[in-house]
């Protein structure tokens, strides 16, 4: 079961808006809502963003938003500051019972 | 608050065992979803699996199967990741993760993580 697919990298200015896309396929993002984010900050372990697609857990800003089309999910971080400059898993529950995170993407903050 | 607090660094030589252990607080551990994710050196998330520690219910990722065993002890609030033989391979950053009562379709909250060292 290969992992999901994400960008290696991501980059934008503070301020701005960036989109964190997560890849899958009609086994996982495409058949379930039950795709989640996580943020994991340098040497911290990972931290609930996002689940079922577009909802934010409490104490987490709105800038942060969800989305899903058939089998891509995405990240959007609006008004970029420098406490999102993190690593970023999405995950995605499976038609086998299991749970398949992405690659990461390392967003930086310039 | 619901808390998960991991046991601390280990550092093994390859072919001994390992139990490395989850205990949770603050909430009916026995009735919330309790993964195991992977972290190895500069590398991404990986799921090993995950146990129901109300009856033990276990489910392994294809790519973890027989390579580890997931077990709870409900009485004590404690899941354990246990290797038989570990390898060079093994090194990483544990994490364990709860899931919820229902499913376990995200994970919150997560340990503060269990690095493994396997070495010579």
């Known amino acids: 079961q290969s992992a999901l697919t994400q960008p290696a990298s991501v980059s934008g200015s503070r301020g701005q808006s960036i989109a964190i896309s997560c890849t899958g396929t009609?086994?996982?993002?495409?058949?379930?809502?039950?795709v989640s984010w996580y943020q994991q900050l340098p040497g911290k372990a990972p931290k609930l963003m996002m689940y079922?697609?577009?909802n934010r857990p409490s104490g987490v800003s709105n800038r942060f938003s969800g989305s899903k089309s058939g089998n891509t999910a995405s990240l959007t971080i609006s008004g970029l500051q420098a406490e999102d400059e993190a690593d970023y898993y999405c995950?995605?529950?499976?038609?086998?019972?299991?749970?398949?995170f992405g690659g990461g993407t390392k967003l930086t903050v310039l | 608050e619901v808390q998960l607090v991991q046991s601390g660094a280990e550092v093994k030589k390859p072919g001994e065992s390992l139990k490395i252990s989850c205990k949770g607080s603050?909430?009916?551990?026995?009735?919330?979803?309790i993964a195991w994710v992977r972290q190895m050196p500069g590398k991404g998330l990986e799921w090993m699996g995950i146990?129901?520690?109300?009856?033990?219910?276990?489910r392994y990722s294809p790519s973890f199967q027989g390579q580890v065993t997931i077990s709870a002890d409900k009485s004590i609030s404690t899941a354990y990741l246990q290797w038989s033989s570990l390898k060079a391979s093994d090194t990483a950053m544990y994490y364990c993760?709860?899931?919820?009562?229902?499913?376990?379709?995200?994970?919150?909250?997560w340990g503060q993580g269990t690095l493994v060292t396997v070495s010579s």
């Open positions: 146990i129901y520690p109300g009856d033990s219910d276990t």
């Open positions: 079922e697609v577009s």
């Open positions: 603050g909430h009916s551990f026995s009735s919330q979803w």
């Open positions: 995950s995605s529950y499976t038609t086998s019972s299991s749970v398949i």
């Open positions: 993760a709860s899931g919820y009562s229902y499913g376990y379709h995200w994970f919150d909250p």
């Open positions: 009609s086994s996982d993002i495409g058949f379930y809502k039950f």
